[in-house]
């Protein structure tokens, strides 16, 4: 291979990845616009994920957040990777007016945009992640299941406002 053509395979690849994300995206938001409505995805790379009006458990200030996903990109991206990082309202609040633990509005590793837009975000690792692969979403972890488990976290309001 000529040295010439040996910077071409990364873009390649990087172009590969992105195809495969978009198109994983856009089934996923197919799919979870029947269940939750307007949802939205960064069609152009494939690098974030957003939800309008998501539903979440009595006991909060709001009964509906606005919901952005941070997706992995690179190589490997998401699906491989799982996401990590969700940006909500930043005012949100339990019904007692408790701040959350494990959110933030401000600090160096915020992103300057979404603070601007009103959003803080949490930090979710997940163990264990296993993408669902092919055409079958149901099989697997997908964004899916990364909504429902933010539907989770809502539901326990004591573990985040570090009520016992």
């Keep these: 291979m000529a040295d010439s053509e040996v910077g071409v395979m990364p873009s390649i690849m990087n172009d590969l990845e992105t195809r495969r994300r978009l198109s994983r995206l856009k089934t996923e938001a197919l799919l979870l616009s029947r269940r939750l409505g307007g949802v939205r995805f960064d069609s152009e790379s494939g690098t974030w994920f957003y ?5 979440i458990a009595a006991g909060w200030n709001k009964s509906h ?3 952005l ?3 992995p990109y690179g190589t490997p991206g998401y699906p491989s990777v799982p996401p990590e990082w969700f940006w909500t309202d930043h005012d949100l609040r339990t019904n007692e007016g408790q701040p959350l633990n494990h959110f933030f509005t401000r600090g160096p590793s915020t992103d300057r945009e979404h603070v601007d837009h009103g959003w803080g975000h ?3 690792h997940l163990i ?5 692969g092919g055409a079958d979403l149901l099989r697997g ?3 899916v299941t990364y909504l429902d488990l933010i539907a989770a976290i ?3 309001r004591r573990t985040l406002s570090g009520a016992r």
């Design 154 to 156: 809502f539901r326990d």
């Design 141 to 143: 972890h997908s964004l």
């Design 122 to 124: 949490f930090c979710v």
């Design 128 to 132: 264990g992640w296993r993408p669902a």
């Design 69 to 71: 996903i941070d997706i």
């Design 51 to 55: 939800v309008e009006r998501f539903p």
């Design 65 to 67: 957040i606005e919901v």
